[in-house]
């Protein structure tokens, strides 16, 4: 079955801890994005990729950045976390072309600063 | 600039009822719309994926229906039971590698 993996389901951090969000895709995806989502705000954009070592800004990067060093893993990253970025994070891949095959979503991972 | 807009935001229906979702967009030049599950504090499935060149697509008792000319797509489903209760959003691509951009999605319970 083929899925996308995020490594934590809940995090709870302390507000200016450096946090990792991992994800890792097992169907040779191109691209690779990272979305927030939030009560009344729905889901964000923040970044994307569409190749290793290939990032994108998406709609609100600031605060994050990304890390993709190999195809199958894409990391988000808070330099300095802060209690304004406690969300739920969603990874999700795609292939470079998705009009057939669409977007997998990974289960997410609750993130709570405090 | 690109927006989906799902009415309603939550709906309550009794089970066994056929229930339409509605998904709204404003540029017909969509590549493609897909329709998502998600259950509470979880990520988002997959339910159906429609291209531009099709008009709907079927996945057991789910079917989806896209009309680029009105920038409309509904999610139809049949004989609906308890377990169907979740969110339900629609999104689009607007070209080959775009990115997704989502509606704020249906909130559906269905009552035994």
């Known amino acids: 079955d083929v899925k996308v993996t995020q490594s934590s389901r809940y995090l709870v951090k302390r507000t200016g801890e450096k946090v990792f969000l991992e994800c890792v895709q097992d169907?040779?995806?191109?691209?690779m994005f990272w979305y927030r989502q939030d009560p009344g705000l729905g889901l964000r954009l923040i970044y994307f990729?569409?190749?290793?070592?290939?990032?994108e800004k998406g709609d609100i990067p600031e605060g994050y950045s990304v890390s993709r060093e190999k195809k199958e893993r894409f990391s988000l990253i808070l330099e300095s976390a802060s209690t304004n970025q406690t969300s739920m994070y969603l990874c999700?891949?795609?292939?470079?072309?998705?009009?057939?095959?669409?977007?997998?979503f990974g289960s997410g991972t609750r993130l709570t600063v405090v | 600039k690109q927006e989906v807009t799902q009415i309603p935001a939550a709906l309550s229906v009794p089970e066994g009822e056929n229930l339409v979702l509605n998904c709204s967009f404003t540029d017909s030049a969509i590549y493609n719309l897909q329709w998502f599950r998600q259950d509470p504090g979880k990520g988002l499935t997959s339910l159906l994926l429609?291209?531009?060149?099709?008009r709907e697509q079927t996945s057991g008792r789910l079917n989806a229906s896209l009309d680029k000319s009105s920038g409309r797509s509904t999610l139809y489903i049949a004989a609906s039971q308890p377990g169907d209760s979740a969110t339900y959003l629609c999104a689009e691509t607007y070209n080959q590698g775009g990115k997704l951009i989502f509606g704020q999605g249906t909130e559906l319970s269905v009552k035994p």
């Open positions: 429609i291209q531009s060149s099709q």
């Open positions: 169907m040779d995806h191109e691209n």
């Open positions: 999700a891949s795609s292939k470079r072309h998705p009009g057939l095959y669409g977007y997998t």
């Open positions: 990729s569409y190749d290793v070592k290939m990032k």
